[in-house]
């Protein structure tokens, strides 16, 4: 289902009335430099919108006038990686005082999501800064359109914002309020191609240098630094060499070459993404080398110029035989990565996706995360919604990467919040995740989902914070002049909204059950005899995967104490999880007290009358909003309605058929 796409700009979460406030006041803006250029023109524009005055001084300039000042530290220690803000409050007037300029740009828009409250309240001096350095958005953005995953791999807002007619862009100028936009949530970093890297985007690291230099220029005025996703079969693909062997200087000498040239058209450029020995694409293993041995090779290429190397995890066999119970997806990541631990370069950042398996409603935390601690790991989200929905479904996914980041993975209760996923990554590699933006005249599919992208880079820049109070700041922001009624009902769609959609979807952690390929919708069996190793293992009597070292693939074994033991044993393995990892009969009872089968029939209708409570709180503010983002909600939410119930029916029957156990509650079954 392909989004209207046009070039016309939403303003998201950045409408000229989210700047009225200090629009309106009298603000100063002291410091020189290229980000403090950006703040001066959002100053300069917010105050000709609202009316109030502006000015730009010198640091240390006399201020006394002003309602806010907007200044660089006089002490200024010029650390580039220092990106917090001082926030005083003193009176009605409030001063943002940063050491460098990007702190200066985060603490600009901590004043323009504070609102009249940046100025209103209890005098105040705080000190802000972001849990990680490392706050990146990854696009799957191909510059040709690919012949079945179109221009956007899982890409559901239209087309690239980076490439058209099989090149890059030449007008890029939408590129600035993306940029704005990503910014103001906090994302520093962005990669600006797929992952599955084709023949055609392995040479935007060559001779499309000139055009990856132009999209580096968009994103710096906005502290963004732009990384390319590469093949790791450059060195043949592009450079005519026999083999791409990481221990092969001329393949390393190569590389240095490649990176000699990149730096020099962009100085900030950030570095390189690789997916290896993953679903084909190429790697170290076709040379009897380790993923260590690849990382390192790259990572030493680019390590002059300080630029990392993220390295993915996401490794698996994806040509398994159905048949082989024993092969089990979920341990390749642990299997292949925690044995190198300590052995990859300092500028290396293994990205691990939350998950074992790949971005599902529920999965458990991936145990990679925990099994390497002299490595830089990095949290890999997804945004996009692949399988959560595809920015059709209104899935807000705050709370479900809030309950990851404060997931307690390592060390036991005394570890504290050391031991949480955020813990554990926000002092190392920090997060990524994969982007929902296009060029959808509402940059994202679904209106609400736009909501998805703020939290990402807000939760990257405190994984502490209340979902549900992200979604008020997006709202405040969003919708600056509605009503509180709007708010109360977009709570009532979205707070929950994940949960509904699990309700519906694949019960109890037992995951996929969509389409092949494209991977909307449901197909209960769709991946069950594939290669691909995401089964259900459903027959007559049960349903699940026997993941425990007792009498299944081992899996539990992976992750530390208590978790090996709490998933182990079906007596405290959590509901949510239970078919993850075990199976069970369908008439194994669950902490509710309902068994499997009927929790499949109540859920799958619990989450239909979900959906239809969410139409039923929407409605009445519709008239309240854009009418463009009504029109297009409102189609949204009839398809989700749909495609919910085609899930309950699907689901249900499927079970039921399967089973002969009938619904207690007597509902029809087709
Ligand atoms: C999923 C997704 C692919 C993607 C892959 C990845 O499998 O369906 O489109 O390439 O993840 O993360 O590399």
């Not at 059950?513 to 259900?536: F, I, L, N, Q």
């Amino acid at each position: 289902m392909p989004s209207p796409r046009t070039t016309a700009v939403h303003p998201a979460w950045l409408p000229p009335g989210a700047f009225a406030a200090l629009g309106g006041r009298r603000v100063v803006v002291a410091g020189d430099g290229a980000l403090t250029s950006t703040v001066a023109a959002e100053v300069a524009a917010a105050t000709a919108a609202h009316g109030g005055s502006w000015a730009r001084l010198e640091v240390g300039a006399g201020t006394a006038d002003a309602d806010l000042v907007l200044t660089l530290a006089e002490d200024d220690p010029s650390n580039d990686a220092d990106e917090g803000f001082r926030f005083m409050r003193d009176g009605g007037s409030a001063v943002v005082q940063a050491p460098t300029e990007r702190g200066l740009l985060y603490g600009f828009f901590h004043v323009v999501r504070l609102g009249e409250d940046a100025f209103a309240g209890p005098d105040t001096d705080e000190t802000h800064a972001p849990a990680a350095e490392l706050r990146m958005i990854d696009h799957w953005d191909n510059v040709d359109v690919h012949p079945t995953m179109g221009q956007v791999e899982r890409g559901y807002s239209g087309g690239s914002l980076f490439y058209a007619s099989g090149r890059v862009r030449d007008d890029l100028s939408r590129l600035d309020a993306y940029a704005r936009l990503l910014a103001a949530a906090g994302i520093n970093r962005i990669a600006i191609n797929n992952v599955n890297v084709h023949a055609r985007e392995a040479r935007l690291l060559t001779e499309d240098l000139a055009g990856v230099a132009r999209i580096a220029a968009a994103f710096r005025p906005w502290g963004i630094r732009v990384h390319l996703s590469v093949s790791f079969a450059s060195p043949t693909l592009l450079g005519g060499l026999s083999s791409n062997d990481p221990l092969d200087p001329e393949v390393a000498h190569w590389w240095v070459r490649a990176a000699a040239r990149v730096w020099d058209l962009v100085p900030d450029f950030g570095g390189l993404v690789v997916k290896a020995d993953s679903e084909g694409q190429p790697g170290p293993f076709a040379y009897g080398r380790t993923h260590a041995d690849g990382a390192n090779m790259l990572a030493r290429a680019v390590a002059p110029y300080g630029g990392l190397v993220h390295w993915r995890a996401f490794v698996y066999d994806h040509r398994q035989d159905w048949r082989d119970r024993s092969t089990d997806r979920a341990r390749a990541a642990y299997d292949h990565f925690a044995p190198l631990d300590g052995t990859f370069d300092e500028n290396v950042v293994l990205q691990v996706k939350y998950g074992p398996l790949d971005f599902q409603a529920r999965e458990p935390v991936s145990p990679v995360l925990a099994a390497m601690p002299a490595t830089r790991l990095a949290l890999e989200l997804q945004v996009t919604q692949e399988y959560t929905g595809q920015q059709q479904h209104a899935v807000y996914l705050g709370p479900q990467w809030s309950a990851i980041l404060r997931f307690r993975l390592a060390g036991g209760p005394e570890a504290g919040d050391d031991g949480t996923v955020a813990g554990l990554v926000a002092g190392s590699g920090g997060f990524a995740a994969v982007s929902n933006a296009g060029t959808d005249e509402l940059w994202t599919g679904h209106p609400f989902a736009q909501a998805n992208l703020y939290a990402y880079g807000r939760l990257a820049w405190d994984p502490l914070l209340d979902p549900s109070a992200i979604l008020d700041e997006w709202v405040a922001l969003t919708f600056p002049d509605a009503p509180v009624e709007l708010g109360e009902a977009l709570h009532a769609v979205l707070d929950t909204s994940w949960e509904t959609y699990e309700m519906y979807t694949a019960p109890l952690g037992v995951g996929f059950m969509v389409r092949p390929g494209h991977h909307y919708g449901p197909d209960v069996d769709g991946y069950e005899y594939t290669p691909w190793g995401t089964y259900h293992f459903a027959d007559r009597d049960g349903i699940g995967v026997d993941r425990t070292q007792a009498t299944g693939t081992g899996y539990t074994g992976q992750y530390p104490a208590p978790w090996s033991d709490v998933y182990e044993s079906l007596g405290t393995c959590p509901d949510e999880l239970l078919l993850f990892f075990h199976h069970v009969p369908y008439s194994h009872v669950l902490r509710s007290g309902k068994t499997v089968i009927q929790h499949v029939y109540d859920t799958h209708s619990e989450g239909v009358e979900r959906v239809e409570a969410m139409i039923a709180a929407w409605e009445p503010v519709a008239g309240l909003v854009d009418p463009a983002v009504a029109e297009r909600v409102a189609e949204r939410l009839a398809e989700q309605l749909r495609s919910a119930i085609e899930w309950r029916d699907q689901v249900r029957t499927y079970f039921f058929r399967k089973s002969g156990v009938p619904d207690e509650k007597g509902r029809r079954i087709f």
